[in-house]
């Protein structure tokens, strides 16, 4: 890099001077305007489908001499369904009801002040993601509908997809009239514009890293920004001595095994002592393809258990494998999920309402859950419409986060010439 | 420092494990418990008097002897009153509203899946203070009234003051039945033990700074864990040409000189053009004991008006200085103060109301203000009986944050055996 050369500093600084200007102006349009923006980039999406596949086939070309593996290409490869599916999720935040200018609370102080407490954008959103091109659409979708800038910085092996795909949601955005600014992409794949990107704070109200463990590491280690990070999911099925047998195996099997690579997939099972299915429900895991590792009563109940290491029980696999171990009831699950959950989400399964709601009262995790699949941790089946992510932090927002999530709110007061005593 | 001494880290993680086992007593705790508690520890405040203010006796001789300033030493000086108002204030925090098990929201997804949002503890707040011994109080017992444990670092020139403080706090929480290490004091006040502290994400959930801009700008370079800071005040005042002359003159002189230290006070006076009585306010200002440094238009107003350079529009002068410029109705103010104000408090003095919701929409400001004076930025003016701080961030809690800051949410998922397809 020589004194001709934009540094990275300078590109981030120039990127978020226009996202600050294309803020104030998205401040001032209405939200029939930005929803009308988003359903024209969701029609730019399909209309440019071909131009979208050929930029993907070039990524696909480049990721296969590079040797990724199969999982990222999986990832990476898009198709006309997957286009289709993004523009249909551009189209389903563009349906959603307006998170801005709702009022939160209100109050008339004695002095006659009115207060209230209303919804504004957060600012500016900086996303930082891999592999997968379609965030560059449902991040920016989700952004904008919360009238923010986003800044977005996807994977280098995706950037042919993620530069069409990005042009597609301009189109949309401008042909409404609204800034092409207000979604950017970063132009360069070099890696220390990500590390500028991390200490912008002077532009950037919010840092969201949507990828793996080492990416979310690197991202909260060198943030100088707020970051909204989503660790591992270790989450826990108790099922209680007073379960239904069936409708435990039912929930325990959806739980581990509908899709075993989602953060909602449960990765240890504990099993009250008293229950006395245990037997049965480690079967039906093993015989559903899973691998169990348990301590020694469950290495009792079935030849093809295999034991349990300490860090099985820290453990977030990700694949067909789970944890089971028995407790002492539900303060036994309390005390080990305390011990040992990301608190992420937990689940309880029982008959009886009182243990359940000693358990949701006492689990500390961002969702708990009673009598259902841990599996429904997500966003849409909380009818948020799309999510941005799935918080582990505990300040600002926590579990899934969509549209307010991307909010803050400002007081207003409202007054008739007050001074202060 | 040699390896029979306990390292800062060692030292924090002893605290944090302490604090971790304290949150889980307090999460079992009922609210009329915490109530209590704070109860009895402001009966403790009152009835240790004596043994506060020898302590803070032997802290002002240190101080003086270290050359303290006479502002800081004002600061550190607690005597009867100020004691009694520390354990009256504590009082109020016990009679606020519980903050914890309130419902956000809740829904019922087409599935049958029941979703609801409480409000639950954040955890373990670590606070960092200099000088008012008082926040020991304070800080302390909103922190508990919302069932997190803390964990305190106040200055070492109080730390006399701050141990005597703590130790009456403390009484009145075992008198309760709650642990002690609830509200923990950090025994030391090597600085290294607050480095220490902002890296210990594994224990601390929030840290709250209180104090002056360097120790805020020390906490947000070094921290690791997020930060509900609290930056400068660097507030405006909008006279429009629509404003009451007199209610102006009144607003005006209050929002500045009430008292000049706080963040809320204005430090930029903003007059519309067209306002005929600008000469007559600029007056009365420097009547009341203001320097007042103006643009060329305004120092034409009156001849002791001084000229304001360049950074006078990005000062925080807290002190009896103001800048006053003239601006072109209310988009010349939202433009100015959308490049020079901290986003903290800006008001506008108008008898229009459509101005006055132009600039309440369009200033992006925590509080914004029409007719009232900026000194009400005040947790307690707010009615939210104190304050932990104010926000000066987007994140999490914005403006004055007080128990509900303190809080974050869990979601309880309660279902009847579903699966998700």
Redesign the interface.
């Known amino acids: 890099m020589n004194d001709l050369t934009q540094t990275p500093e300078m590109l981030i600084a120039q990127l978020g001077a226009r996202a600050r200007g294309a803020a104030?102006l998205l401040?001032?349009a209405s939200d029939a305007q930005k929803a009308d923006a988003l359903c024209r980039a969701a029609q730019a999406l399909r209309e440019r489908a071909p131009a979208i596949l050929a930029a993907n086939a070039r990524d696909m070309d480049n990721a296969l001499s590079n040797g990724l593996s199969p999982a990222l290409l999986d990832r990476l490869k898009l198709n006309e369904d997957r286009i289709s599916a993004a523009a249909d999720g551009v189209d389903q935040v563009a349906a959603l009801a307006n998170p801005l200018g709702s009022v939160i609370d209100t109050?008339v102080?004695p002095n006659g002040?009115k207060?209230s407490r209303i919804r504004?954008p957060?600012?500016i959103v900086g996303i930082i993601y891999e592999s997968r091109p379609n965030v560059t659409a449902d991040a920016a979708a989700l952004c904008l509908r919360a009238g923010n800038a986003v800044i977005l910085r996807g994977g280098s092996e995706a950037k042919e997809s993620n530069r069409a795909i990005h042009a597609a949601m301009v189109d949309g955005i401008v042909a409404a009239g609204l800034p092409a600014e207000a979604v950017q992409l970063v132009p360069t794949t070099d890696r220390a514009a990500v590390g500028a990107l991390l200490k912008a704070s002077e532009f950037v109200?919010?840092i969201v890293p949507r990828g793996g463990k080492s990416l979310v590491a690197r991202v909260?280690?060198e943030a100088?920004v707020?970051v909204l990070a989503h660790l591992d999911g270790i989450n826990h099925s108790y099922v209680d001595g007073a379960a239904?047998p069936a409708?435990a195996q039912?929930?325990v099997v959806?739980a581990k095994m509908?899709r075993t690579g989602v953060c909602g997939a449960t990765e240890t099972v504990l099993i009250d002592r008293s229950y006395a299915h245990a037997p049965a429900l480690v079967q039906v895991l093993i015989d559903a393809g899973c691998e169990v590792r348990g301590d020694t009563d469950v290495q009792a109940m079935d030849a093809r258990v295999k034991p349990a290491a300490d860090e099985d029980w820290d453990t977030e696999y990700l694949d067909a494998i789970v944890s089971v171990g028995l407790v002492g009831g539900v303060d036994g699950a309390i005390a080990h999920i305390?011990a040992h959950a990301s608190h992420h989400t937990d689940a309880i399964i029982t008959e009886d309402a009182e243990t359940?709601e000693r358990f949701?009262n006492?689990v500390?995790?961002?969702?708990?859950?009673?009598?259902?699949?841990t599996?429904?941790a997500d966003g849409g089946?909380?009818?948020l419409g799309a999510e941005i992510g799935i918080s582990t932090?505990?300040?600002?927002a926590?579990?899934?986060v969509a549209l307010e999530g991307l909010t803050?709110?400002?007081?207003?007061?409202?007054?008739?010439?007050?001074?202060?005593p």
Do not use: C
């Open positions: 104030a401040a001032g109050a102080r002040l207060l504004v957060l600012g109200d919010l909260q280690e100088r707020p239904d409708m039912a929930l959806n509908r305390a359940a949701l006492a500390d995790s961002a969702i708990v859950m009673w009598n259902a699949s599996q429904f089946e909380f009818g932090g505990r300040l600002h926590r579990g899934p803050t709110y400002k007081w207003i007061v409202r007054g008739q010439g007050q001074t202060r």
